[in-house]
């Protein structure tokens, strides 16, 4: 309440003074705000969090890649035990690493059978919520994008409940139909049971994006592909499709650099089954190293080769498009 | 239109998969540098000092210390459990010079914290005066080269425990070797296919190394300067081997140990016994209530003629090297551990079986028990205690090398490898992490 009275006056205050400057004032003042004062306020917060929560973090995992912890003898007591410079060692070793490696080419195989699959979900959803014939649309629409909404720890645990033999209604209603025991945790299925979680919350999501762009279609387009006869599918493929085409491929790259950096859904399963190693995803590897194997210079080089990769499939991403644009 | 909602939806995208980069980055970054710190002395020569422990109820026995020690305030900091986060805390606290006076650290998890010079020796504020107070095997775990790292709290004698029920109604007897296990296991196993003598743990190494405790393994010892590795020594392969023998021939569960699935195994009869530390006593009557009566404790089966026994669990106390008041830290730990009101506590609130051996004596350790059909079970486990092998000793960086056999084992129980490769790749991955980081090391 003090603050409170303490400020109203000058508060107050401040437009009348601005009224009573003479106009030159004014224009002097607006200037200055124009080229000094106003892109701070506004880039201020932006800069303070982007610096705190981006740049000093970022820089102190590169930092700490740099170094590591050398042991002498024992390694018990005091000195012997010495973070030094360690080069590029550490980044030496994520390479040849295949622990690394194999993660890597697991989420790979995961993102090309699994991005596929969920993008033609979406695309199909996408275009039956665009088609006049469908009926509660609101609805199908909150409906599909429903599982985006529920945090991807939550989704996973949920998930596992379906998966665990001796529980799940799933395993129970295959085997009294004559499926035999199926088992979604098994050392080959497991990938897969994976990618039907992340598959079921992110259709949604990227349909809603696909939808965006279909219904920025402008409708004259359709009037004319009308009048020429085209059948609703002969529209979708020949109008719709193409138009969209850049969501796609958005939606597309996006997915690749999420698969890289798939974590909770794999971390989450890990509790129940040992078919899903310390290092099944780069990301889980990493967080391995970090915080059960007390690494975290290791864990930093495998972070930052992470996110390396995934910046030159961002920007390799940006290019294409543009020049798709470009050439449009 | 259409290209400025593109443009926002990938603005939008875009800035959701930099969050995750910057969170996973922040999330490194904190851990090395969060905060926890001892607080200096009063101006009245009151000395306050920091505890972090995630064990139930353990404020009471603080509380207790507070009100008859005016002079020395302890601050209780609740944590997570250890492998759940605290243990990431603690090395990033010890890094930036601010741990706390003291903390809870499991015996496996202890030299790996010598290793990183977070401890303080305490035997030069009084600690080998204690030492008779203990589980002989406890002093062997707290004590490396003469320096006494820790004061022990608890412990995990292990036992097997049993249906009895069950055990009548199939005809079996209730195995006092190994031998004897494995003939229940085939004998049940062919006559009923959906039961089996006991689950094996596919995700859990710390069960294993129990049992490899109880066969006389010596995964890890020291020699002069030089740490000797024997992960897949005879007794460990021993035990791998006859874990694999009822793996290869379906006389085990797989399971994943304290999941859903494997409690409702425990509770519906599939599984008739679980080997295990005395702590799993809690586990049954939580996650087992429907067994209520049908359940009882042996010895652990033995392999020969000679009884041992295996520890599995328990923890410690330690004063970190950054306390400002290691004497008084120190007193806290001994008291807390051997103080028998402290004890009361602990075991009550806390579920934790005492190395303290007047501890294991109180009524509230030392009782029939209604769940297990009046037996009193802890009379079991006090003997078991006593059998445990004196020599066992934990390695410097025992979670790297938990987490290998946990991956071996995933690989052991889905066919692709065996319980003893298992062992062989763990030894020689151990051998190299510590090699990598400069341990002196060879294979024992």
């Keep these: 309440m003090a603050v409170d009275h303490q400020q109203t006056p000058a508060a107050a205050a401040a437009p009348g003074e601005a009224a009573a400057g003479s106009a030159s004032r004014r224009h002097l003042r607006r200037r200055r705000g124009r080229s000094g004062w106003a892109p701070v306020m506004f880039l201020g917060p932006f800069g303070v969090l982007f610096v705190l929560f981006f740049l000093l973090p970022i820089g102190y995992a590169i930092y700490e890649s740099f170094l590591k912890v050398r042991v002498s003898g024992l390694g018990l007591g005091p000195n012997s035990t010495v973070t030094v410079f360690a080069g590029l060692s550490n980044y030496a070793r994520v390479f040849s690493d295949s622990s690394f490696l194999s993660g890597v080419g697991r989420v790979l195989l995961f993102g090309v059978v699994q991005i596929p699959v969920m993008l033609i979900f979406a695309i199909v959803l996408a275009l039956l919520l665009d088609s006049i014939t469908v009926r509660f649309k609101r609805f199908f629409r909150l409906a599909f994008f429903l599982p985006y909404g529920i945090p991807g720890v939550i989704a996973a645990l949920l998930w596992s409940f379906l998966y665990l033999p001796g529980l799940s209604p799933i395993v129970a209603a295959l085997h009294d139909t004559g499926f035999g025991t199926v088992n979604f945790l098994g050392v080959n299925s497991v990938l897969w049971s994976i990618a039907n979680i992340v598959t079921w919350e992110y259709t949604g999501y990227n349909m809603l994006i696909i939808y965006a762009g279909l219904q920025a279609i402008p409708a004259d387009l359709y009037d004319a592909g009308r009048l020429d006869g085209a059948s609703e599918w002969k529209m979708a493929t020949r109008i719709k499709l193409p138009l969209v085409a850049g969501s796609l491929v958005l939606t597309a790259i996006f997915s690749i650099i999420g698969t890289l950096q798939l974590f909770s859904e794999p971390q989450v399963l890990r509790e129940i089954t040992s078919n899903i190693s310390s290092s099944y995803t780069p990301n889980l590897f990493s967080y391995t190293q970090a915080f059960a194997d007390n690494n975290p210079n290791y864990a930093a080089a495998i972070a930052v080769v992470l996110a390396i990769g995934t910046f030159i499939l961002s920007f390799g991403f940006l290019r294409l498009v543009q020049r798709r644009w470009a050439g449009a | ?444």
């Design chain 2, 1 to 444: 239109m259409s290209s400025s909602i593109r443009s926002t939806s990938r603005v939008r995208r875009r800035d959701r998969r930099l969050l995750a980069i910057i969170a996973a980055a922040a999330a490194l970054a904190l851990a090395a540098c969060s905060s926890g710190g001892s607080s200096p002395a009063a101006s009245s020569g009151k000395v306050t000092l920091t505890f972090w422990s995630w064990v139930p109820g353990i404020s009471q026995s603080v509380n207790l210390w507070n009100k008859s020690h005016p002079d020395i305030h302890v601050n209780l900091d609740e944590t997570t459990s250890g492998v759940a986060g605290t243990y990431a805390k603690m090395y990033s606290a010890l890094q930036a010079g601010n741990a706390p006076d003291l903390g809870q650290i499991e015996y496996a998890t202890l030299p790996n914290f010598e290793h990183v010079g977070g401890l303080v020796d305490l035997s030069q504020y009084g600690a080998d005066n204690i030492k008779q107070d203990f589980v002989p095997w406890t002093w062997g775990q707290v004590t490396q080269s003469g320096a006494v790292y820790a004061i022990p709290q608890d412990t995990g004698p292990m036992g097997l425990f049993y249906r009895a029920d069950l055990f009548k109604k199939y005809g079996l007897s209730v195995p006092t070797t190994w031998a004897e296990f494995l003939s229940d296991a085939k004998k049940v196993h062919a006559a009923h296919p959906n039961v089996y003598i006991t689950a094996f743990p596919s995700n859990d190494p710390q069960w294993f190394s129990g049992l490899a405790w109880q066969a006389g393994a010596r995964w890890f010892s020291t020699s002069g300067d030089t740490w000797v590795t024997g992960i897949d020594d005879p007794a460990s392969q021993q035990v791998a081997s006859f874990w694999q023998q009822l793996i290869s021939d379906h006389l085990v569960k797989i399971d994943v140990d304290f999941t859903a699935g494997w409690y409702k195994d425990l509770s519906d009869g599939t599984l008739l016994t679980w080997p295990t530390a005395v702590w799993g006593e809690n586990t049954l009557v939580t996650n087992a209530a429907s067994t209520k009566g049908d359940w009882r404790v042996a010895p652990m089966p033995n392999w020969g003629a000679t009884p041992s026994n295996g520890n599995w669990g328990g923890s410690t106390t330690v004063v970190f090297k950054d306390s400002k008041h290691p004497a008084q830290a120190a007193q806290f730990a001994e008291w807390l551990n051997t103080n028998q009101q402290s004890i009361t506590g602990l075991i009550t609130q806390g579920g934790l079986y005492p190395a303290d051996l007047a501890g294991e004596q109180q009524p509230a350790a030392n009782s029939p028990v209604a769940f297990y059909g009046g037996q009193n079970i802890w009379q079991v486990f006090e003997a078991g205690g006593k059998l445990v092998n004196t020599t066992f000793q934990w390695g410097p960086i025992m979670s790297t090398t938990f987490t290998q056999m946990q991956d071996g084992f995933g690989t052991a129980t889905s066919g692709s490898s065996t319980l003893t490769q298992v062992l062989a790749s763990t030894q020689s991955q151990t051998i190299n992490s510590m090699k990598q980081q400069g341990f002196s090391v060879k294979p024992g």
